[in-house]
Nanobody
């Protein structure tokens, strides 16, 4: 069973940047599509970004486009989410997840999640 552990969350300022990381252990990392979701209090889990196993294609949710960049390191078995031009509405718990069959924007499609990392953006 693959384990996912997120890190890098914390307090950011509006207009600033944060970088999140998700480390995978077990399984065949290079075969998994990796995704980021986020969940703000009282809201549903929202798709943020996805990257293919080869790292050759990306997908970004509407709020992430133009501000966030997802990448993967096949040697370290990690994926990262570089978040720029932060906004207070980016405040949420950020989760990474994996898929063996490709990405969707629906959280219910995934059954392997990390524990999440809190991101708080002040205005």
């Amino acid at each position: 069973h693959v384990q996912l552990v997120e890190s890098g969350g914390g307090l950011g300022q509006a207009g600033g940047s944060l970088n999140l990381s998700c480390a995978a252990s077990g399984g065949y990392f290079s075969t998994y599509t990796m995704v980021w979701f986020r969940q703000a209090p009282g809201k549903e889990r929202e798709f943020v970004a996805a990257i293919t196993g080869l790292g050759d294609a990306h997908d970004y949710g509407y709020t992430a486009r133009g501000r966030f960049t997802m990448s993967r390191d096949k040697v370290k078995n990690t994926v990262s989410l570089q978040m720029n031009f932060l906004r207070p509405e980016d405040t949420a718990v950020y989760y990474c997840a994996l898929s063996e069959v490709g990405s969707t924007w629906y959280a219910s499609s995934y059954d392997c999640w990390g524990q999440g990392t809190q991101v708080t953006v002040s205005s």
